[in-house]
């Protein structure tokens, strides 16, 4: 199993910005994707953001196109997810999740191809 670790949450105001960090620890992981999904109180889990390993290819929820930027470092298991623009509406759980080459081929943007997850970061926006 691999340790996933975010971190970055906090309270903003809404227009403000703030960037979630994850890494997926074990040294050997062989990535496919890595991604963001987050989860409001009373809501279902939903998709944020993702990030396939082969060709940098990026994905995103409609609701944060424009204002969320997934990216990640080329030497280890590490992705970013830097939020502008931020609304009351992004208050949420945020969980990272890493997926492994045996999920190649299935879509990011959902939850099934995902391993391993993280314990969330709390992101809270302020109106």
């Known amino acids: 199993q691999v340790q996933v670790v975010e971190s970055g949450g906090g309270l903003v105001q809404a227009g403000g910005s703030l960037r979630l960090s994850c890494v997926a620890s074990?040294?050997?992981?062989?990535?496919?994707?890595m991604g963001w999904f987050r989860q409001a109180p009373g809501q279902v889990r939903e998709f944020v953001a993702a990030i396939r390993w082969s060709g940098n290819r990026m994905y995103y929820s409609p609701s944060v196109k424009g204002r969320f930027t997934i990216s990640r470092t080329t030497a280890e298991n590490l992705v970013y997810l830097q939020m502008n623009s931020l609304k009351p509406d992004d208050t949420a759980v945020y969980y990272c999740?890493?997926?492994?080459?045996?999920?190649?081929?299935?879509?990011?943007?959902?939850?099934?191809?995902?391993?391993?997850w993280g314990q969330g970061t709390q992101v809270t926006v302020s109106s």
């Open positions: 999740a890493a997926s492994s080459l045996a999920a190649l081929g299935k879509p990011l943007w959902d939850a099934g191809p995902y391993e391993s």
């Open positions: 074990r040294r050997t992981f062989s990535s496919y994707g």
